[in-house]
């Protein structure tokens, strides 16, 4: 016999979802097919500006897939076509961006190529999109660094700035380069992926179980060399988005790979990140900050680890972990929902308040975030959804 949910929990997996989706709907129908900017300036998304070659709202940078990630979303949600045309629009974009080498000098093609092509594949078996997707991981692959066995961060690969770095976001690109192995049973992709992931665990995570950003291997030796920053307040502070992507990173990867050591790596970053909140579960844009700091929070770093912490609550159902990683992906969410949403919807372009994306640059400091945004209706998507599959 079913048993059907008490109405408080039915309430509690629709929560944010009506909002999260009129918002979306409106800026479709202003932004047409443009891609919006990082961030929002003064709570509205302006189309991303011109550079390199590419025009006003063109598909550059790090960060537009997360824009049709968002409307692939909203399509599982409600079925609406309008949410899939426009996204499948997109996809067309991201084909054309990866045939024309189009601002391809990142490892980020795994975040660009999963929302956008990956996903597309996996919901509609859109062909175009899966060669697309397969072109980017052979992009991706050309970053592999020999014999530090890593996969190389930004830029080009012959900036001696640059050499040898990798950052703990990569762990969300590797995913693509999983997709391909299992498309392809090409066995290198899967082996960057361990050889990568391997490196991170050795040495991003510190001893105290906190992550540094950035970590930099000898090219030649393949020699670990030292951590750093780019966007935490210090080298041994604590970043808060670094380690939401170590907890939602390592736990996807264990899911690749079955390699228990990647599980303890999640929960060692999940831990640590438990530890370091503030009563309302929302992360301090750094984890060195406390609430009488003043600083700003950082709503992307929760809705991220949101997700890593229902991705952990599936690979450990039914144990006392994953019923500790349930309650604290739902009291993070809970508390996105109810504090950190606009209120009214219309009062914002984005669908969550309250990001940072650089604050040592001054980049984006207490506005929406299209990654945040996203993770939000991610995490929406698996609470309301529970046999949905993520697209990574």
Not at 40 to 65: E, I
Not at 69 to 90: N, V
Not at 104 to 124: I, M, N
Not at 283 to 301: C, N, T
Request: include cysteine; charged fraction near 25%.
């Amino acid at each position: 016999m079913t048993t059907t949910p008490p109405v408080s929990q039915t309430a509690r997996s629709q929560a944010g979802i009506p909002a999260a989706l009129a918002t979306i709907r409106r800026n479709i129908d202003a932004l047409g097919d443009l891609y919006p900017d990082d961030t929002t300036r003064d709570g509205r998304y302006l189309p991303r500006p011109a550079g390199d070659g590419v025009g006003v709202g063109g598909n550059r940078g790090w960060t537009t897939s997360f824009w049709p990630g968002m409307q692939w979303l909203a399509w599982e949600l409600t079925g609406d076509p309008a949410y899939r045309d426009a996204a499948a629009r997109h996809t067309r974009d991201f084909e054309d961006r990866v045939r024309d080498g189009i601002d391809l000098d990142t490892h980020d093609l795994g975040f660009l190529y999963t929302l956008a092509c990956v996903s597309a594949w996996r919901l509609e078996g859109d062909e175009g999109a899966r060669n697309a997707a397969l072109l980017a991981a052979d992009h991706l692959m050309h970053r592999f660094l020999e014999p530090a066995g890593i996969i190389q961060a930004w830029g080009d690969l012959s900036d001696p700035r640059q050499a040898g770095r990798t950052i703990v976001d990569s762990l969300m690109n590797m995913p693509l380069l999983t997709w391909a192995s299992e498309q392809t049973g090409d066995p290198r992709y899967a082996d960057a992926v361990r050889r990568h992931t391997t490196q991170l665990r050795e040495h991003i995570i510190r001893p105290d179980h906190s992550t540094f950003h950035t970590f930099y291997w000898d090219t030649v030796t393949g020699e670990p060399v030292r951590g750093a920053t780019e966007q935490g307040a210090h080298d041994d502070s604590c970043w808060s988005r670094g380690q939401a992507w170590g907890v939602y990173g390592f736990a996807l990867n264990h899911r690749a790979t079955g390699d228990p050591e990647l599980l303890e790596a999640a929960w060692r970053c999940a831990d640590y990140f438990l530890a370091h909140l503030p009563a309302d579960g929302v992360p301090y844009w750094d984890l060195v900050y406390g609430d009488d700091s003043g600083a700003p929070r950082d709503s992307s770093s929760a809705a991220i680890v949101a997700c890593g912490f229902q991705e952990l609550a599936s690979l450990e159902a039914g144990t006392e972990r994953g019923a500790r990683a349930a309650e604290a992906a739902d009291r993070i969410l809970d508390s996105l929902v109810a504090g950190y949403a606009p209120e009214p919807a219309e009062s914002s372009d984005a669908l969550l308040l309250h990001g940072v994306y650089d604050l040592p640059k001054g980049n984006g400091v207490d506005e929406g975030t299209l990654w945040g945004d996203y993770f939000y209706l991610e995490a929406l998507t698996r609470r309301a959804m529970p046999e949905w599959r993520p697209y990574w």
